[in-house]
C-alpha cells in the first residue's frame, strides 16, 4: 500500500513539533543552570540575515499549515508572530499541534495531484501538490527545525544529533 500524503506529512510535522518542544525544554534548563537571560536564546541567530530561534518555530509552524491550505480547501488559524518567551514559543506549538491532530486523515486525500504556485518576489513555481510536498513543504520544515537546532547548539545548549533526530518509538 502506497503511502498517502497524510501520512508524509501531518503524522510526520507532529513529530517534529515534538522534537522542538524537547529543545526548547533542554534550552529553558540550560539557561536557568547557567544564569543565562532565556530572551538570549529565543533571539538567538547564527547569522545577523537569518531569523532568530522564535523565527525558527514559528516559520516550521506556518510552513506545516501552509502545507494543508495550499494543498486542501481546510482554512488554517493564523497567528501573529509576536512570541518573545520560550513559553510563548511552546503555546504556538501547542496551538500547531491542535490543528495537525484536528484534521481528518482523508483531508489531503487526492492533493498529490493539486497544483500550487509559489512566490518568492517576481519568481513564481507551479508545483504538483506530490513535488511540492517532497521538493518544498518538507525540505522547508525541517530546514527551519535544524536551524533552531543549530542555533542552540552554536550558543552552547549541550543538544547533539540524537536531540535533533528525537525518540523513536518501537
Known amino acids: 500500500m502506497p503511502l498517502s500524503m497524510y501520512q508524509i506529512s501531518v503524522p510526520v510535522y507532529i513529530r517534529g513539533f515534538s522534537i522542538l518542544s524537547t529543545l526548547i525544554a533542554k534550552a529553558e534548563a540550560y539557561a536557568q543552570e547557567k544564569k543565562i537571560d532565556p530572551s538570549v536564546l529565543v533571539s538567538a541567530r547564527l547569522a545577523p540575515d537569518m531569523l532568530p530561534f522564535s523565527g525558527q518555530v514559528q516559520r516550521a509552524s506556518d510552513t506545516s499549515k501552509a502545507t494543508i491550505t495550499r ?43 493539486r497544483e500550487v ?41 549541550p543538544i547533539g544529533k540524537l536531540d535533533y533526530l528525537g525518540a523513536y518509538s518501537t
Do not use: W
Open 71 to 113: 494543498l486542501t480547501d481546510v482554512k488554517a488559524p493564523s497567528f501573529p508572530d509576536d512570541e518573545v518567551s520560550f513559553a510563548d514559543l511552546k503555546a504556538r506549538i501547542a496551538k500547531t499541534v491542535a490543528f495537525l491532530e484536528g484534521l481528518d486523515t482523508s483531508v489531503l486525500d487526492d492533493s498529490e495531484s
Open 117 to 157: 504556485t509559489l512566490s518568492f518576489g517576481p519568481h513564481k513555481a507551479l508545483l504538483g501538490g506530490q513535488d511540492y510536498m517532497l521538493q518544498f513543504a518538507l525540505p522547508n520544515f525541517f530546514f527551519h527545525v535544524t536551524t533552531a537546532h543549530d542555533i542552540l547548539r552554536h550558543n552552547g545548549v
